[in-house]
């Protein structure tokens, strides 16, 4: 299985949205609700911040959000801050019942 | 709060078997609908999903590593285990334990510090 897809960089000003895509087949992303996104920091542990698609766990800032189209997802942050400059992962349940992450997106806060 | 703390070699010769430990304190990995996985990630690369074990010991894992993988439990110790035999320099990587979000098995939550781990001679 290969990894989802995911654009190596974004970047948008503070203030901004910036979007993230992720893109995988039928077998994974297009197949089924079980999309997240993790939000990893340098020399941190990974860090959920949305699940079922567009669920955000008990603390995560309503600026992100999630959606879905076909073998796509996308991660959305508006009001862009600082802090949020950190790597993006995307993961979805495979059809095998496994988990397939993305290579990841690198968030850079101008 | 659950919390999660990897432990193990940090040198693995080539060919050896890599074995680490994620020691679980705040729940207990036999009870309750939960699933406690793998992850590893080579240095400024992305996020591996190797496997995970249900609380009732059964096991699912990543298709490209499942011959060389194998996860368990040991719930007197509170704690669960990788086993990654015939390790080459790809192997060498930080590895994560993380335990899953209530009943799924994709989602995780809680996370360790990580560990790493380098194959060398």
């Known amino acids: 299985q290969s990894a989802l897809t995911q654009p190596a960089s974004v970047s948008g000003s503070p203030g901004q949205s910036i979007t993230i895509s992720c893109t995988g087949t039928s077998s994974d992303v297009g197949g089924y609700n079980y999309v997240s996104w993790y939000q990893q920091h340098p020399g941190k542990a990974p860090k959920l911040m949305i699940y079922d698609v567009s669920n955000r766990p008990s603390g995560v800032s309503n600026r992100f959000s999630g959606s879905k189209s076909g073998n796509t997802a996308s991660l959305t942050i508006s009001g862009l801050q600082a802090e949020d400059e950190a790597d993006y992962y995307c993961?979805?349940?495979?059809?095998?019942?496994?988990?397939?992450f993305g290579g990841g997106t690198k968030l850079t806060v101008l | 709060q659950v919390q999660l703390q990897e432990s193990g070699p940090g040198l693995v010769k080539p060919s050896q078997t890599l074995s680490l430990t994620c020691a679980v304190s705040?729940?207990?990995?036999?009870?309750?609908?939960?699933?406690w996985s793998w992850i590893r990630q080579p240095a400024g690369k992305g996020l591996e999903w190797i496997g995970r074990m249900y609380t009732s010991g059964s096991t699912n894992y990543n298709p490209s590593l499942k011959s060389r993988v194998a996860i368990s439990g040991d719930a007197s110790k509170n704690q669960f285990s990788l086993k990654l035999s015939s390790v080459t320099a790809a192997d060498t990587a930080i590895y994560y334990c993380?335990?899953?979000?209530?009943?799924?098995?994709?989602?995780?939550?809680?996370w360790g510090q990580g560990t790493l781990v380098t194959v060398s001679s």
């Open positions: 993961s979805s349940y495979t059809s095998t019942s496994t988990v397939l």
């Open positions: 993380a335990r899953h979000l209530y009943g799924s098995g994709t989602y995780l939550v809680y």
């Open positions: 705040g729940g207990s990995i036999n009870s309750g609908s939960y699933f």
